[in-house]
């Protein structure tokens, strides 16, 4: 597909009239909106902030790409804008932007859209055609000037093509293998991969750049995009085999056991597209760290080059793991439920409807401590360490005495143990053994790692773990159930303020945890702890929303219409609104919310609000027992929250 085809004239704005990075991005969702393109412009740019509360779309050199895929895109679509005095939109390289890139894919782009959208971004490392859209001034030079740069690529792409045939012929040739070998050592060669969460953008970025930095350092090297389209030019053996290193740019998983042996580098995508010249010196220096895969020898703390970080930033990651893996079933299993709930209400419990819909959900429950102990001990201690973490997790939810030794199951907490028990004891093997022949390696994985691993897992279970947990998670539940009402109140206001101290961090994941360990222990009945978690997400989106309508001259006309949205995201318990705000605002947006919502979490254990169900927000309301109890801790909480907001937070400088 050729670019110009998505480049649309009609949609292309040759002066922004904003200065700011919310003004630049409302300006151009509403021109999508005008011209059809978007057919709810509060929902696409919501995925757009979203987007860019994750990291930067401005990658330097006076360009920005903000892109989101949602189904309110009509058809996919590239807005060229151009702000000829610049806007300061964040960019990595903490320059202003001239030239935008809004990239607009439906839910179902097919594999031509997302090859062209890859293809815009590897025509923007061109310098030249970056400095001649600086100085276009209509959309017909726009499209010109992407003609002939895409015609430039194009005959590039196939003189490369020809020429990798040519070569495959010369390799098929036995008379000239000896020819070839020479012609390698003459060039070094390495691999790389890269990768981003949404596959679109920085993902192609990153490999144009490193292809076209090793082109000028007289560097051979094959780059392996894993996009929203696909693995892409996939590293083969012989690839990975003859390469001097591996480059891996990316902020997502991609495989890697197959890169056992080799020195590599493992990077942020950003590194790949910024520093493409410093990762190949590296690299053929040899400075990468030698990579063991997880099926090999056992892999030693400076096996990979990471961050590393505090011990606790590597039990949060392996943690969040679990939960990420996790939340499908407690959404999926909760909303499922919950609409039994509401149809045992209308139908009885004997409804065909009602027994299907509640054993649905309540089989999806079941997955909740297995899952999360299997990926706890995944992220530690890779593929050979989910099934024990897997039968671990299981036996956490037992309350067989002959099965786990225990008259309570251990529950959540025990799964937790559980799963950290098999990363780290599958880790321990894996040094144990890591003096076998190498001829041997194969019965390891096979045979070693599942046999032993749950062999010791459940005698870690059966006599240490669930015996200590059950005794453990029973007494929390005892305590839980026989607490006066002013222990509650205290534990709903600090459940409920976790939720709003980061809006999705650690605190907030560690309330919902613990909620939904508590949730799980009940049977799925005791869902007071839910209502403080639940009232409290739900507050900062709403807080802001209500502060921007009533106090509109704190707020800009972008914040303003952006807090619009947070009503129904507020209201659907999806605390994730609120952090384009916080970003910006932390002090006002964050102290405001965390008071609004502690209040909040306690008026729910004040007046005993239950709340049955893991997720929904409002939907939420049908099944709690005090449904106005419910709904005044909602609102009370809500109205404080926004007059403190409202009062506190300074007035907007365009309003002043």
Same mark, same amino acid.
């Given at each position: 597909?050729?670019?110009?085809?998505?480049?649309?004239?009609?949609?292309?704005?040759?002066? $922004?009239?904003?200065?700011?990075? /919310?003004?630049?991005?409302?300006?151009?969702?509403?021109?999508?909106?005008?011209?059809?393109?978007?057919?709810?412009?509060?929902?696409?740019?919501?995925?757009?902030?979203?987007? /860019?509360?994750?990291?930067?779309?401005?990658? +330097?050199? &006076?360009?920005?790409?903000?892109?989101?895929?949602?189904?309110?895109?009509?058809?996919?679509?590239?807005?060229?804008?151009?702000?000829?005095?610049?806007?300061?939109?964040?960019?990595?390289?903490?320059?202003?932007?001239?030239?935008?890139?809004?990239?607009?894919?439906?839910?179902?782009?097919?594999?031509?859209?997302?090859?062209?959208?890859?293809?815009?971004?590897?025509?923007?490392?061109?310098?030249?055609?970056?400095?001649?859209?600086? =100085?276009?001034? *209509?959309?017909?030079?726009?499209?010109?000037?992407?003609?002939?740069? =895409?015609?430039?690529?194009?005959?590039?792409?196939?003189? /490369?093509?020809?020429?990798?045939?040519?070569?495959?012929?010369?390799?098929?040739?036995?008379?000239?293998?000896?020819?070839?070998?020479?012609?390698?050592?003459?060039?070094?060669?390495?691999?790389?991969?890269?990768?981003?969460?949404? !596959?679109?953008?920085?993902?192609?970025?990153?490999?144009?750049?490193?292809?076209?930095?090793?082109?000028?350092?007289?560097?051979?090297?094959?780059?392996?995009?894993? !996009?929203?389209? !696909?693995?892409?030019?996939?590293?083969?053996?012989?690839?990975?085999?003859?390469?001097?290193?591996?480059?891996?740019?990316?902020?997502?998983?991609?495989?890697?056991?197959?890169?056992?042996?080799?020195? $590599?580098?493992?990077?942020?995508?950003?590194?790949?597209?910024?520093?493409?010249?410093?990762?190949? /010196?590296?690299?053929?220096?040899?400075?990468?760290?030698?990579?063991?895969?997880? %099926?090999?020898?056992?892999?030693?703390?400076? *096996?990979?080059?990471?961050?590393?970080?505090?011990?606790?930033?590597?039990?949060?990651?392996?943690?969040?793991?679990?939960?990420?893996?996790?939340?499908?079933?407690?959404?999926?299993?909760?909303?499922?439920?919950?609409?039994?709930?509401?149809?045992?209400?209308? $139908?009885?419990?004997?409804?065909?409807?009602?027994?299907?819909?509640?054993?649905?959900?309540?089989?999806?429950?079941?997955?909740?401590?297995?899952?999360?102990?299997?990926?706890?001990?995944?992220?530690?201690?890779?593929?050979?360490?989910?099934?024990?973490?897997?039968? +671990?997790?299981?036996?956490? *939810?037992?309350?067989?005495?002959?099965?786990?030794?225990?008259?309570?199951?251990?529950?959540?907490?025990?799964?937790?143990?559980?799963?950290? @028990?098999?990363?780290?004891?599958?880790?321990?093997?894996?040094?144990?053994?890591?003096?076998?022949p190498k001829s041997l390696d194969g019965m390891r994985t096979i045979l070693l790692y599942p046999v032993i691993g749950l062999a010791i897992m459940g005698l870690l279970m059966f006599f240490i773990i669930n015996p200590i947990f059950a005794a453990i998670n029973g007494a929390l539940i005892s305590?839980?159930?026989?607490?006066?009402? +002013?222990?509650?109140?205290?534990? !709903?206001?600090?459940?409920?303020?976790?939720?709003?101290?980061?809006? +999705? &961090?650690?605190?907030?994941?560690?309330?919902? *945890?613990?909620?939904?360990?508590?949730?799980?222990?009940?049977?799925?009945?005791?869902?007071? #702890?839910?209502?403080?978690?639940?009232?409290?997400?739900?507050?900062?989106?709403?807080?802001?929303?209500?502060?921007?309508?009533?106090?509109?001259?704190?707020?800009?006309? =972008?914040?303003?219409?952006?807090? $619009?949205?947070?009503?129904?995201?507020?209201?659907?318990?999806?605390?994730?609104?609120?952090?384009?705000? @916080?970003?910006?605002?932390?002090?006002?947006?964050?102290?405001?919310?965390?008071?609004?919502?502690?209040?909040?979490? %306690?008026?729910?254990?004040?007046?005993?609000?239950?709340?049955? @169900?893991?997720?929904?927000?409002?939907?939420?309301?049908?099944?709690?027992?005090?449904?106005? &109890?419910?709904?005044?801790?909602?609102?009370?909480?809500?109205?404080?929250?926004?007059?403190?907001?409202?009062? #506190?937070?300074?007035?907007?400088?365009?309003?002043?």
């Amino acid at each position: 597909m050729d670019i110009r085809d998505l480049l649309l004239k009609n949609v292309m704005i040759m002066d $922004l009239k904003g200065t700011t990075k /919310e003004a630049v991005i409302n300006e151009m969702v509403d021109k999508y909106h005008a011209e059809g393109i978007v057919t709810d412009a509060d929902e696409y740019r919501q995925d757009i902030l979203k987007r /860019e509360a994750e990291s930067t779309t401005g990658i +330097g050199e &006076g360009i920005a790409m903000p892109h989101a895929k949602d189904s309110a895109v009509t058809r996919a679509t590239v807005l060229f804008a151009k702000s000829a005095k610049g806007v300061d939109f964040n960019a990595l390289d903490g320059q202003p932007v001239h030239l935008f890139f809004m990239i607009a894919a439906p839910e179902g782009a097919n594999n031509e859209h997302l090859a062209a959208l890859a293809a815009l971004s590897s025509l923007l490392i061109n310098p030249k055609l970056v400095a001649d859209l600086k =100085q276009a001034k *209509t959309p017909d030079e726009v499209l010109d000037l992407f003609g002939k740069a =895409q015609a430039e690529k194009v005959a590039k792409d196939k003189k /490369e093509a020809e020429a990798e045939k040519a070569q495959e012929a010369k390799d098929a040739a036995a008379k000239q293998a000896e020819f070839k070998e020479e012609k390698r050592k003459e060039r070094p060669f390495i691999v790389a991969v890269t990768a981003c969460p949404t !596959g679109i953008a920085h993902t192609y970025m990153a490999e144009a750049a490193l292809k076209e930095t090793a082109e000028k350092m007289g560097v051979d090297i094959k780059v392996e995009t894993n !996009g929203s389209e !696909g693995i892409k030019h996939k590293l083969t053996d012989s690839d990975i085999n003859r390469a001097a290193g591996v480059i891996v740019a990316a902020d997502k998983k991609v495989e890697m056991d197959r890169f056992n042996g080799k020195k $590599l580098l493992n990077r942020p995508v950003i590194d790949g597209i910024k520093k493409p010249e410093e990762l190949i /010196e590296e690299t053929l220096k040899g400075q990468g760290q030698v990579f063991h895969a997880s %099926g090999a020898d056992a892999q030693s703390s400076d *096996t990979e080059e990471t961050s590393g970080g505090t011990l606790w930033n590597r039990i949060y990651k392996d943690l969040m793991n679990g939960v990420s893996n996790m939340l499908p079933f407690v959404v999926g299993g909760g909303i499922i439920m919950a609409i039994s709930f509401i149809l045992e209400q209308w $139908l009885g419990k004997t409804s065909m409807w009602f027994t299907f819909t509640n054993n649905l959900g309540t089989f999806a429950f079941s997955f909740l401590v297995p899952v999360l102990a299997a990926y706890i001990a995944e992220s530690i201690g890779d593929r050979p360490a989910l099934m024990p973490g897997f039968v +671990g997790g299981y036996m956490a *939810t037992v309350a067989s005495a002959s099965v786990v030794k225990a008259q309570n199951p251990a529950g959540f907490l025990g799964g937790l143990v559980a799963g950290f @028990a098999a990363g780290w004891m599958i880790v321990g093997l894996k040094k144990a053994l890591a003096k076998m022949p190498k001829s041997l390696d194969g019965m390891r994985t096979i045979l070693l790692y599942p046999v032993i691993g749950l062999a010791i897992m459940g005698l870690l279970m059966f006599f240490i773990i669930n015996p200590i947990f059950a005794a453990i998670n029973g007494a929390l539940i005892s305590f839980l159930e026989g607490m006066g009402t +002013g222990n509650a109140i205290l534990i !709903g206001v600090i459940l409920a303020a976790m939720m709003s101290i980061d809006m +999705g &961090g650690p605190f907030n994941k560690a309330a919902y *945890t613990f909620a939904i360990g508590v949730y799980q222990a009940s049977g799925f009945k005791d869902g007071r #702890w839910m209502a403080a978690v639940m009232i409290g997400g739900m507050i900062p989106p709403l807080a802001i929303a209500v502060a921007s309508t009533f106090f509109p001259k704190k707020f800009t006309l =972008q914040e303003r219409n952006a807090g $619009l949205s947070n009503y129904a995201l507020g209201l659907t318990f999806i605390t994730e609104g609120a952090i384009p705000f @916080a970003a910006t605002d932390p002090v006002h947006i964050i102290g405001s919310s965390v008071v609004g919502s502690a209040i909040a979490g %306690g008026l729910t254990q004040l007046w005993h609000v239950n709340v049955p @169900a893991p997720h929904g927000g409002i939907v939420a309301l049908l099944l709690t027992n005090q449904k106005l &109890g419910f709904v005044m801790s909602l609102i009370i909480g809500t109205v404080i929250a926004a007059l403190i907001l409202g009062f #506190w937070r300074p007035v907007a400088k365009e309003n002043q």
